[in-house]
């Protein structure tokens, strides 16, 4: 397995991955399964939802058809100022 434990920094400062070629593990190293353990990186860590989603469909759907609507009247005052500052 092909597994990246150190960079290295070029004098142009990239970083470049090296590999770790012997059969040493780095100190402080951990499988991915000992990584998930400990990060606790799993489908059991996820938000559980809660609470009615036709409510908070509700809630941004009035956010948003409050945007829609400020921004079609914006959209007609700047339309009728330009017509009328061109036209006159």
């Given at each position: 397995?092909?597994?990246?434990h150190?960079?290295?920094?070029?004098?142009?400062?990239?970083?470049?991955?090296?590999?770790?070629?012997?059969?040493?593990?780095p100190?402080g190293?951990?499988?991915?399964?000992?990584l998930?353990?400990?990060?606790?990186a799993?489908?059991?860590?996820?938000?559980?939802?809660?609470?009615?989603?036709?409510?908070d469909?509700?809630?941004?759907?009035?956010?948003y058809n409050m945007?829609?609507?400020?921004?079609?009247?914006?959209t007609?005052?700047?339309?009728?100022?330009v017509?009328i500052?061109l036209?006159v």
């Open positions: 397995m092909l597994v990246f150190y960079y290295l920094v070029t004098p142009n400062l990239i970083s470049v991955p090296v590999r770790c070629m012997s059969a040493h593990v100190e190293h951990m499988s991915p399964k000992d998930v353990k400990f990060t606790g799993n489908f059991d860590n996820l938000p559980v939802p809660a609470g009615s989603w036709q409510e469909y509700d809630k941004h759907q009035k956010k945007q829609l609507a400020v921004g079609v009247v914006l007609v005052i700047t339309w009728t100022f017509s500052s036209f």
